[in-house]
């Protein structure tokens, strides 16, 4: 099992947790961390958060299923947005939960994943079923949508990063950074990166 939060003492407090019903390979403090760690170890269950540093658990999930990584995993998010729940189901994981709950709910959620059931906690079950009730009559209403470069590349920014820290980070030159913020600005109908920002924690790349 793989945990990653990058809240180091609350990934530690739940590797406590688990180790005494299931075997914890590493802890993971981002989301680049936790595909490295994933290919890495192999783990059969990952527990991650959504909200990490330099590439969220959901986008880094999606980059997982990409290469073919197979493993279940379960968020574990302070997020109570059903939309984001479902996005998360969405990306290919199989459990749901939120922070505040028990940590008897969250090893009942391995052991369902680990049956092959997918898990949702009872704290947004209503709120998600109405999500999905209202899933084909409200496309206006809907997020934005953007590909998941374009999340990765709006989590940096709105984590204050530079154009030109961004195109170190990714490989890629100044002016293809600031055009992709560009594209996403037009995307979400932001005018200022303060309302960049803003759209990052709607969207749940980042946290307050």
């Known amino acids: ?6 809240h180091v ?3 530690q407090g739940l590797a406590a947790l688990l180790r005494d019903e299931f075997e914890v390979v590493g802890l993971a403090r981002d989301g680049h961390e936790l595909v490295e760690l994933a290919r890495r ?3 059969h269950v990952i527990v991650t958060d959504i909200s990490m540093p330099l590439l969220n658990g959901i986008d ?5 299923r990409s290469q073919g990584l197979t493993a279940k995993v379960i968020v574990l998010t302070q997020h109570k947005d059903p939309q ?3 996005e998360a189901f969405r990306a290919g994981v199989s459990g749901f939960l939120i922070k505040q709950a028990a940590g008897e709910e969250l090893v009942q959620a ?8 997918s898990y949702l906690t009872t ?8 999500v999905l009730l209202d899933s084909h009559g409200k496309a206006a209403d809907a997020k934005p949508t953007l590909t998941a470069r374009q999340r990765e590349i709006l989590q940096l920014f709105a984590e204050g990063k530079t154009a030109k820290e961004v195109a170190v980070k990714l490989n890629i030159s100044v002016r293809t950074a600031e055009g992709h913020k560009y594209d996403i600005m037009e995307a979400l109908g932001a005018k200022t990166s303060a309302e960049l920002v803003q759209h990052a ?5 980042i946290s307050v």
């Open 110 to 117: 391995i052991r369902e994943v680990l049956q092959g059931r």
């Open 201 to 205: 924690i709607r969207l749940g790349l």
């Open 60 to 64: 880094a999930i999606v980059r997982l």
């Open 1 to 6: 099992m793989l945990v990653a939060d990058d």
């Open 9 to 11: 003492i609350l990934a």
């Open 123 to 130: 704290l947004i079950a209503k709120d998600f079923i109405g």
């Open 41 to 43: 170890y192999t783990p």
């Open 84 to 86: 984001i729940a479902a």
